[in-house]
């Protein structure tokens, strides 16, 4: 049997049966009624109904360039794929909209900014303060874009400058709408006039945040000149004008500096917007230049149970809230999981058995502590605990010094106290994200600073109807879990679930169970299940389980996808009829 993914199309992958008789189990045939690729969209390529995911926290992820980067709520992550992620606020086209301030300009219509007979700053842009405003650390890249149409006997010069807390006032660009030039300020600026028309400009600068603060997109200013310093006085006569069309704000922190990222709307589309739970987000499956993303590095959608961690200042270990610093010193001076100078520390041994910890007051339970850490010098032993040292895991096999690597360490205990030991004087490490967190395996980045945090669960449901029949049928996915528990297809307790047994699947309709074929599961597998005819069969890897009864009811009210389970997800899809051991050994192989 041979999977392939088709480039481009919404279906995912096709399969194709090399060996068995039969060939129903084709992903685009009547008899799928069910497909969810989950490579880069929560959208059905067969199916009924639209997904319903939820999230009500940010998130942390790293992203197809092994850069962490941070999810809004509600928004989906899809490892291996690219997010763009447009940070404008409410609207991205509607400028008449009162998200949009008005600086001595008003807005004719939706999109038609007009000066006023002033001179005088005239500009339009997003600002905001407080808990409104997205922080930003130094080093920070953003892409500020606009699309903007000159108009007869309109404006014929404009400027993009970044809104200045943590962008500072130097960095900005002037552009002509006649013939497209550019005089960029401290930034890097592209001008490219959009296909098919002859007085319509992709204007954009990529500004890098030169101090922590917050900013809230940026200002589309009218100028007098190409010469025209940071927010001029523009001399106004009260018709000159300028047609604003759409308008974007990427982090690109990570990219080479070329990178434009496509335009993605807000406040244009409604729920569940370009499939990945939020306004204004959209993953793509070709990387920054165009090129496919490999089938194998699209790894599917990230399922997260919930978790909290546990450690203060998980990033900043030269933080008092690491209370014992013995031996060592703690700066906050490594290159971070973000691509981003001083965001990780460096942890240097000044003589022999260097020490740090936080201890952590929790009731007893299985706990998992795990950071990522990156050798900077020396080749001796380093270790982690979180018992405080009454025991020490030696990772030095594990970490390198040319990436992050991630190490964990499990154990049922009460009040952790989590940090490392470096063996030799002189040696020294970068860590970034220490975390400390409940249950038996780390999972994805939770960044903390004066308080714990807590990143709630992933919820990923369908519609049963049209998609499920009770009668008879077959459901598939491709797993990859950090643990073997909870649901694959139905809910957390009927339909298919996950086992660290019976090579990692079971099934079971709220009165029976039919068990996978026996063995360990591997880091991944291919897992399916049939059912009808008072009879339920579960193959993985290839190979068929025992099967049990079946009650003729599965007893959902939706069909969730990783429900209470955590890891990556993908090509979910269900079938009308109850296969035949060849075709689920077929398609589990």
Known sequence: MTITRDAGNVKGVSWVASSESSIHNILNTASCLFHAPLQASLFLSRGAGSPTFSRATKAWALNELGILEELPSGCAFFAGARLVFNSVRTTSEDFSNAIWIKTNCTVVGTNVIVCSYTTSLQRISQEASGASARA???????????????????????????????????QYANFSLVDGSVLAVGCIATSTLVAGTTDTYDL???????????????????????????????????????ELLRAWSVDVTGYTASYVPEYVSVGVVSAPFFGAGVDGAKYYETDWQGALISAANLLGFRKETAATNNLLHCRDLSNAAWSTKTNLTADKTATGLDGIANTATTLTATTADAIILQPITLASAERCASAYVKRITGTETISFTQDGGSSWTDITSQINSNTYSRVQVTSTLANPS???KISTSGDAIAVDIVQNEAGSVATSPIVTTTAIV?????????????NWSDTAGTAFVEVAPLAYSGGAIGSATNGL???????????????????????????????AFRWGSSAMTVSSGGIIGTPGTYDGGMGLSSIGIGSSAAGCFKNAAIYNYAMTDAELQGITA
């Open 136 to 170: 930003v650390v130094i080093g920070t890249a953003y892409r500020f874009s606009a699309r903007i149409r000159r108009v007869s006997n309109g404006a014929q010069l404009i400027q993009l400058t970044a809104v200045s807390g943590g962008f500072g006032t130097g």
């Open 204 to 242: 954009s600068i990529r500004c890098v945040a030169t101090a922590n603060g917050s900013f809230d997109i940026f200002n589309v200013i009218f100028i007098n000149s190409m010469s025209d310093a940071r927010t001029p006085s523009f001399i106004g006569d009260g018709l000159k004008s300028f």
């Open 418 to 420: 989590v940090g490392f």
């Open 454 to 466: 807590t990143r709630n669960a992933d919820s990923l449901t369908y519609q049963i109807s049209g």
């Open 497 to 527: 679930l996950l086992s660290t047994l019976n090579s990692g699947a079971t099934a079971y309709d709220g009165t029976n169970s039919a068990n996978g074929p026996s063995g360990t599961p591997g880091s991944s597998e291919k897992l």
